[in-house]
């Protein structure tokens, strides 16, 4: 378990780097990611590499004790290469190009930009293979799609087509282009969705998506190639940026040694206390990208702020805090952005840990605090890893499919998602996100908002996981399309209706106008969105619409089956229906949680061996109490804690669960 | 009177076209209309035209006694011609090309879609012209001003305002080009208003809008002549796209059989009343088009949605209803859209009577109960039709010219002729909807909103008006202009200004500051958007401001002229103002009208011969009561209802009034 | 002193031209400015000039004793120059070019337009250099940066560069252009910044605001120079718009003879009251430009309007009012906009003093007692200066660097600088507004607001005023950056740290948030935008924040340091903060102030000799009372006024002050 930061040699006289190395050590930091952006310096005219300075850097750094992450130079072509090779720049959709003067100012697939990076990549890789203070690689920054419509990009498009459907009929069958006339006769008229427009053909423009996420991940693939030959001792990783996110992270991952994450949590007042919710699944996420821990890249050290204005500084504890949850949900190493803040260019106003004044403030004191907790716990902590108990589904797909066709007024498929994992973050059910494609053999509770794209693959392993006893949660706007974007036609759920032993008889895109359902016990809670009307075929109905024409309909119903359960939720509800609902569901189906947690408070486990590590987290401004149940070590303090546990606003705690109670439920 | 649905045999397995058809048939349709957008299906590469799947689909629903009108497919040229010809693309004022996939790519005036447009239609004429299943035709789909900035368009604008004007002098002078030397010194500096600013002259401004419209004629001319030679015993539409539009429908529609309508009222609850008052005005707008009965060529059959959210779904008996009122407003002919969602394509959740499960429900249940009926009156309303006792005065010009020189905040032409309307609506008045350009002989009560292009001949007609006993009512912005969108030097109302016996001393713009006016009975009511401080010179003043520098002044008049009276409105006011003046009006001008009327519930009347038939609709989500003031036949239920009709929501009543009372007023 | 109007006489028929002489003469107008939009008709065609028509309109209103003003026509390119040398056209970030069709269709480098520019204004100089009618110039029109992206200002924006760097590295070293690889190894690098993203170097960007306005004021200067060879007996001037603006109009009014103001107050009743104290900072900043009187070149004579919805017509009396406004606070002249309003044109709506109807109304008849009055007063007045004791500084420098990174949301460089004059207007304190470089020396009271971008120059002169005695008033975001706009590396406020005895030890960016500071004698002010938590350091802490993280810490401080104070304020409050703290700084450092003035009430002096004249301007629509504190003779109303001087709503009193109290304190 390492603690780091982000350093840009380039930005300092070299004068600085020894004193700057030295407090560094002191305050117990013991890696440095640096060059990411640093391609004018490492190659200042085409083919004259200059890595004398970054040597003498990292000699600085390694001198004392400081390994060393190197970042690809990809994302900033310096402007020599834009200008003498412009097919570089990406096109937008009325085709001009993005200029240089910022970052990602390149077409993945560029044949320019793939040569030149391909070189400085296998120059840096040679170079740095041995050396010993370089222990791995960043590829890149924060890819994202970039809708490049260079003439490039359309040949690639068409290429990515014609392997994909083998023929131009079988793309007009499979898209239904008969509509509108839009029927291609010869793969030329096929291009990049040029114009910018929404009124395209939803089948394209999901393919399109694809490719584009193909285009990123065979960009890092020549990178990668050249890593794993040069340097096959060192890690390779890939800083992503947070979700929701259309370039799907799956396959970028894939290939990578782990995942790392640029973490920035909100500072808003306002958004403090669902800030630390969506910072939950941010990080449930990454975890689930390899299903395994990862690293922080990059994360919040003073007020972000660039072209935008600045955000509020962080509260006192609030680093210090978030640094603890990306640990309690599965960060192994923490690199904070960035030791000080820039003196010039577009982000001299995203504060590093120290001033423009180089004078260590609040701040950096609080950093230093974490810093010794962090050095002083890891040799228990490292080796440790957080298992979810219940599982929520997420694909790119349908977060794309979605994006291109918004089914209601309010209904976005990212926010039903933080709403379904905030519920149950706030029941204390360890919760894993993950991929709809991964295998779920050893969830109980599964959580599958929108599976909106279904096809008989999908449908059969998670009915296989009721079958052997998994209790499913599906939501309206199952079974609607295949995977090429185009409806079913069947009585939704489709596939999945006999598991849910449900059908839709009629939906209403209700928007943003509110209803109310009624549970069984009487409890309304209100709902809006959508309201599916439900015709049960087996399944036993829980909650039933209140009002407007569809009153006394079943909204909600749970179905036995095989040795499990499926239940179906026809519409999107307040916070209030998902903790009962999942309160219960989890009971039923025997995965622990922490009941009883203040708003704000959040758990995590991390385990290894016997041992379990409870993580309590106090995310907010006040003063918080939890009711442990239980006297425990607390590993921060070094004393007995229990069983009511005060916190302090930002505060953290760590204890050590007894073996036989994983923790107590309540 | 038919009953029918859009149907794209091209969509399905040609397999599901036989069952489609017996449903229909068993539902009562007896029309479909077909391949409007079937170009690259018709004509899948260049000369290759393919009727055969055309002739098949037809032959079975025509074996089932459905009859077909067919659509001219140039609203979507396919891929193949864009690819080839792309002077088909329309582009915008930046000078990008709007792209294909979706619709209405394609420029009115390029040289290609011209001559293959004609191609394509004598084809299509020549081939159908003795089908015995095809009735008629319908051009294009929904056109509109689409804007187009190619050199083309630029020509024939130059080619438009030489025709036009003869010379530069007589355009400059027209024009007042002389303003910010904007002077021509030869043709070839006029181009269209490149660049998208509407920092321009307005009467530059208005010609090229009017430019517009005699392109888009022109290009339907082309189509017209070859239907007109090839298919003379056939009709010949167009099916407009509601209101407000720049696109000049009167003059589209003169050389058609009649004029259709796509009609899509909105199913948001907040908005089921005034969306039924809206309605209205675009229904009566429609018949006033040639003054006429018409056709509904598209109306809902669920909740529509495409790239945008979905609508909520239609209320039970919202289909039903609002299919009743475009009959009681003078639809003869009703066509749903669609029978079948599709599965595929940008439209795919525009949803038809059939869900994509393609298992009819609830809302196909409602719309055969529709069949049923309009089936069983047939016989008696064919023929009939509505004859408006008041008219509304409506023109794109204006409509345009307002556009292009918003007047003040929250002024709007449209957004005020729906309030005039919306008042006569619910006073129960029989309304027509006409263009400014018409006779208005036969009307007691003529109301003119903001005549802002007035010249002699338009002033004249409704003098005459006057003088032979007509009731007048005028509003501010009247008299400001003369048609070339120049402001005339004389006190408003000028031409008018002697028969309203008042002139506008000075106005203020007041925009959304709201203001008040009292009656001379001192009932007040809220004003807004602009004051006229007015002169009476001859004219009685009926209303007075009540406060700012203009309190005391004059705000509303009404003056005896000839066997006439002219009411001249300084300002806009709210409905209760109208509501009490327009009754009034119509029963000083002996105009009949249906007092009493709940908010919601509209009337209108079709007569044949000496037999009425009362239209009553509830088109809103509660019970209401009407007193019907006697004992009428229904036609729907056979039985007498009256004197008071108590209406389900959503409730339909027709009843046939008897000979010598037309309908009671009250 | 003189009182004109803005006449055009290419807009009417020649015929009106004598009728409006007279009418002009017998209203008491002296100046009429003419032809600044006329080329079109200055010069038909290339080559071919027509001065004939505009001889004859002067020579009319010669004969009349009209005095005449010519604008010079560059802002207004014609067709045919557009059509044949496009280069005058501005490209912008897209480069698309400007098209014509409005006004200020040039771009500034281009080397047609200066050619041409220069050809019309040599004609016009030579031909009306000796006319008797014509007493000076106005050059263009409402000069502002047209953000030009044309080739020739990509060469001259790189030999600008050239010229103030002088070598590549030296301008990479001071943009700090190695942050993301964004360093040049060629000048062709070096573009305009192209795509119109603000994800730029903040260096670069000001400095492409800095070359803007150089070649703005070069193209001025081409004109300038033959203005002055062939008319050295005439003045020249040019007619900015208002501000806020990124060209700086101090290098601007540089060589000409005084500054003119287009200045039309909002009609808004919502912004009445601050309307008046907005329009009080714009007339002391214009007076500020040359520090010495100005001109109103054009002003509001009814509702504006043109593209976007007419405003309110002015209220009675806010004309004169307003026209008052611009007298006291140092207008020589008042040439209003418009005589009559046009009836073609984009500007149709903007009106005139007389409406399209050519029936003088209720604002000409206002107009023709303010030009008795002026007129009447005129000898008393000419030759008065307005002499503030207070200064506020402001800089475009700093308005562009504010806008190129704002600091936090709802913090606006300029909105600050309107809420600290408002402070002082309503505190009655005559306030100068100059430039940061401007010579400080007579003031006693220096407010410098937010002087982010900083060197040893300005921190000198500021520390020198305060060791003689001045009062400095710095706030948050002081000293933060060097001129090149790149971060010091210093505690802020940097160079005045020790003058201010006080450094920042942290800010937190609040932004909307609103916190609160408790001043030492527990009067509390809300505070927002920004919050600096200061450590004294010989400085006196006078406020503390109240609330958050930072509560009890120094908000504001002051400074006791050679023969003057400096206070810090570290955070924006409300306005009442303000009025305490400048009365305070205003009593103790022995400036004048007119204390209990009522809200919306403004007061001035104009200064001759010995002899002071105190205006007093009621600009609110409500009466108001002023203390006078004694009996004053009223120029006005030639009859004494006082001690209590009631005033109507928009009433003006000016009075004669009596020489030994200059105004009363109170």
């Known amino acids: 378990m390492k603690i780091g930061v982000d350093y840009y040699p380039e930005h300092w006289d070299c004068s600085m780097w020894e004193q700057d190395a030295m407090l560094m050590r002191e305050t117990g930091i013991s890696l440095i990611r640096v060059a990411e952006f640093a391609w004018s310096r490492l190659e200042p005219e085409q083919g004259r590499y200059e890595f004398g300075w970054l040597d003498d850097a990292i000699n600085v750094f390694f001198k004392h004790g400081i390994q060393v992450v190197i970042g690809t130079p990809s994302c900033t072509p310096p402007n020599w290469l834009v200008e003498r090779f412009p097919d570089v720049l990406p096109r937008d959709a009325m085709l001009h190009p993005k200029y240089p003067g910022i970052r990602g100012h390149r077409c993945y697939n560029s044949p320019s930009i793939r040569v030149f990076t391909e070189r400085i990549v296998e120059k840096l890789a040679s170079h740095y293979a041995k050396h010993p203070a370089v222990i791995g690689w960043q590829i890149d920054n ?65 393919d399109w998506k694809r490719f584009e996420t193909d285009s990123v991940v065979e960009f890092q693939q020549l990178q990668l190639s050249i890593l794993r030959k040069c340097c096959p001792n060192h890690f390779v990783t890939h800083n992503i940026w947070s979700y929701p996110m259309s370039l799907d992270y799956y ?75 990306c640990i309690a949900r599965g960060a192994d190493t923490l690199v904070h952005f960035r030791w000080r803040s820039a003196p010039f260019g577009a982000e001299q106003f995203w504060h590093g840990l120290i001033d423009h004044s180089n004078v260590p403030g609040r701040r950096f004191e609080e950093y230093r605090m974490l810093c010794d907790e962090v050095n002083r716990l890891s040799p228990v902590l490292a080796g440790s890893e957080v298992l979810g108990e219940a599982a929520v589904l997420h694909s790119h797909d349908l977060y794309n499919a979605f994006a291109i066709q918004p089914q209601a007024e309010g ?162 509800a307040e916070e209030s229906f998902y903790l009962d609902l999942f309160g219960n569901a989890a009971d039923e189906s025997g995965v622990t949680r922490f009941a009883g947690l203040p708003e704000g408070v959040q758990i995590s486990i991390r385990r290894k061996g016997t041992a379990s590590y409870l993580f309590v987290l106090n995310l907010t401004r006040k ?44």
């Open 623 to 666: 003063k918080q109490t939890v009711e442990l149940g239980g006297v425990y070590l607390s590993l921060l303090r070094e004393e007995s804690v229990g069983p009511a546990l005060d916190l302090d606003p930002y505060a953290v705690e760590i204890v050590k669960l007894v073996e036989d109670d994983i923790f107590r439920k309540k």
């Open 411 to 572: 209904m976005d498929y990212f926010d039903n998602l933080k709403l379904y994992h905030r519920a149950l973050t706030k029941s204390g059910i360890l919760t894993d996100v993950v991929n709809t494609t991964d295998n779920l053999e050893r969830y109980r509770l599964i959580i599958a908002p929108s599976l909106y794209l279904l096809d008989e693959n999908l449908a059969d392993k998670l009915k296989n996981c009721v079958k052997n006893g998994a209790t499913l949660i599906l939501t309206n706007r199952t079974g609607v399309k295949n995977p090429n974007n185009v409806c079913w036609i069947h009585p939704l759920p489709g596939q999945l209706a006999e598991a849910a032993g449900v059908t839709v008889a009629e939906y209403d895109p209700v928007g943003n106008d509110v209803h109310t359902i009624r549970m069984t016990d009487g409890k309304t809670h209100t709902c809006s969105q959508w309201c599916d009307i439900l015709e049960p075929a087996g399944a036993e109905t829980i909650a039933w619409y209140e009002d407007d024409f569809f009153a006394g309909k079943p909204a909600v119903t749970v179905h036995a089956w095989g040795e499990g359960k499926v239940y179906y939720i026809g519409t999107v």
């Open 251 to 325: 396959k970028l991952c894939e290939e990578l040694d782990f995942a790392s994450l640029d973490y920035y949590p909100g500072t808003s007042p306002e958004k403090s206390v669902s800030g630390g919710y969506n910072g939950a699944l941010t990080l449930d996420l990454t975890r689930g990208i390899k299903r395994r821990n990862f690293w922080i890249m990059e994360t919040i050290s003073g007020p972000p702020g660039c072209w935008f204005p600045m955000w509020r500084t962080p509260q006192p504890g609030f680093i210090r805090a978030f640094a603890w949850q």
């Open 142 to 206: 924060e890819f994202s799609l970039n809708e490049c419509h260079c003439e490039i990009c359309n040949e690639r498009f068409r290429e990515w087509l014609l392997k994909k459907y083998g023929t131009l009929e079988a793309l007009n069958q499979a898209w239904g282009t008969v509509v509108w006339s839009g029927e291609y006769s010869t793969w030329t008229q096929i291009s990049t969705p040029f114009g910018g427009t929404s009124f395209r053909n939803p089948s394209y423009l999901l």
